[in-house]
């Protein structure tokens, strides 16, 4: 059984920052691909920011310059470090990973943390 659990989320204004976490646990073998999604109400959910195992990177042309991802492997463990937050950055943003368990990989799924960004 594996599981992603994110934190950090919260209510901040306009400019400010948050950092989020999400940590991986369970039956793992290894993680692959890390990455950080997000909704906001009435659209779909989009890519935020995806890192590789190596540390390759790829970001929503939105949020480059502005966000940050980062991961520690031996802690199976990413974070998305937010920085000058606009109102329209509002939305449940969810981590996601690509996770080797006893032979198969699978996309696990967190459960969402809320970021809600006053003006």
């Known amino acids: 059984q594996v599981q992603l659990v994110e934190s950090g989320g919260g209510l901040v204004q306009a400019g400010g920052s948050l950092r989020l976490a999400c940590a991986a646990s369970g039956s793992i073998f290894s993680i692959n691909d890390m990455g950080w999604y997000r909704q906001a109400p009435g659209k779909q959910r989009e890519l935020v920011a995806r890192?590789?195992?190596?540390?390759?990177?790829n970001y929503a042309d939105s949020v480059k310059g502005r966000f940050t991802i980062s991961r520690e492997n031996a802690k199976n463990t990413v974070y998305l470090q937010m920085n000058d937050l606009a109102p329209e950055d509002t939305a449940v943003y969810s981590c996601s990973a690509d996770i080797w368990t006893s032979g198969s990989l699978s996309v696990y799924w967190g459960q969402g943390t809320q970021v809600t960004v006053s003006s």
């Open positions: 890192m590789t195992r190596g540390g390759s990177t």
